[in-house]
């Protein structure tokens, strides 16, 4: 499933391509018919990104919301666009640019409304300008789920994937099964600005490259993403050398390195229960 800097980047696409061309739309797969009724004829106005949605806005306050799941895929063409495929949700086609769609978990035409009520579900993202750290904490604090889990919850930090949540916690030397609710603001300041630049990067460039990763493994090789953690199972980690765990939390893989990843420093000391210490007195 991408993550929130894959769709941040689509939408900055989509603003610099696509905002102030009018469309007509079409639905090949059929499933689409009404809202390509809908949307046909108008102009694009705006486009943006919360966490691993995105929003549309068109004449007359026509919205349309997006979300890829795991097997969703845009395709952009600037010039003559070839036949969509079968599996094409909606085709967006103007004289200059052309969008299709296949396979999203959510295509739909919302109301203002049902807009805000979708983006008051999701949690803080860490790329938008106006996204409160204290708000983030305080979501991703609640309750004794441990933190890695935590993290993949899109009602507390919106964007963040399997691979930035693995990253992070590794940049920020935070155990990932810590219980949420016992990471200290600290630690989490640290964590929040390690997501941040993970998807600030990707979102500019396309590619994660973590600080630290190993080398490619040849010289003058095309760039790729490069992880310290994530997808290397037995691998040296490039902080210690220890090897790299990965386990399975809640049917996702995990991956970190328990050598550097510790737990005793970043524990909230225990809160006294009522009653405890009176026998002291």
């Given at each position: 499933m991408p993550e929130g800097h894959s769709i941040h980047r689509v939408a900055r696409?989509?603003?610099?391509?696509?905002?102030?061309?009018?469309?007509?739309?079409?639905?090949?797969?059929?499933?689409?018919?009404?809202?390509?009724?809908?949307?046909?004829?108008?102009?694009?106005?705006?486009?943006?990104?919360?966490?691993?949605?995105?929003?549309?806005?068109?004449?007359?306050?026509?919205?349309?919301?997006?979300?890829?799941?795991?097997?969703?895929?845009?395709?952009?063409?600037?010039?003559?666009?070839?036949a969509p495929s079968l599996a094409c949700r909606l085709r967006l086609a103007s004289t200059a640019a052309t969008l299709h769609l296949s396979g999203p978990s959510a295509c739909e035409l919302?109301?203002?409304?049902?807009?805000?009520?979708?983006?008051?579900?999701?949690?803080?993202?860490?790329?938008?300008?106006?996204a409160s750290p204290d708000r983030a904490y305080a979501r991703l604090t609640s309750g004794r789920m441990p933190l890695a889990q935590a993290l993949l919850d899109q009602g507390r930090i919106a964007g963040v994937g399997n691979i930035v949540r693995a990253e992070a916690l590794f940049l920020a030397r935070l155990p990932p099964l810590l219980p949420a609710c016992e990471l200290e603001r600290d630690a989490f300041d640290t964590l929040w600005s390690a997501m941040?630049?993970?998807?600030?990067?990707?979102?500019?460039?396309?590619?994660?490259?973590?600080?630290?990763?190993?080398?490619?493994?040849?010289?003058?090789?095309?760039?790729?993403?490069?992880?310290?953690v994530y997808g290397r199972t037995g691998l040296p980690c490039p902080r210690c050398g220890a090897k790299v765990k990965g386990q399975t939390l809640a049917a996702r893989t995990l991956?970190?390195?328990?050598?550097?990843?510790?737990?005793?420093?970043?524990?909230r000391p225990r809160r006294a229960r009522a009653g405890e210490g009176e026998a002291s007195r």
């Open positions: 696409v989509h603003r610099r391509w696509l905002v102030g061309r009018r469309f007509t739309a079409d639905s090949p797969q059929g499933r689409l018919d009404r809202a390509a009724r809908v949307l046909s004829g108008r102009v694009l106005l705006g486009v943006d990104a919360h966490g691993k949605h995105l929003f549309h806005v068109f004449e007359e306050d026509v919205r349309l919301h997006i979300h890829l799941g795991l097997f969703g895929r845009i395709r952009h063409f600037r010039s003559e666009a070839p919302l109301t203002p409304e049902g807009e805000a009520a979708l983006r008051a579900r999701l949690g803080e993202d860490p790329l938008r300008a106006e941040r630049t993970l998807l600030e990067d990707g979102a500019r460039d396309g590619l994660i490259v973590t600080p630290g990763a190993p080398p490619l493994p040849s010289p003058g090789r095309k760039r790729a993403e490069r992880f310290c991956y970190s390195c328990a050598a550097c990843q510790g737990v005793d420093r970043v524990r």
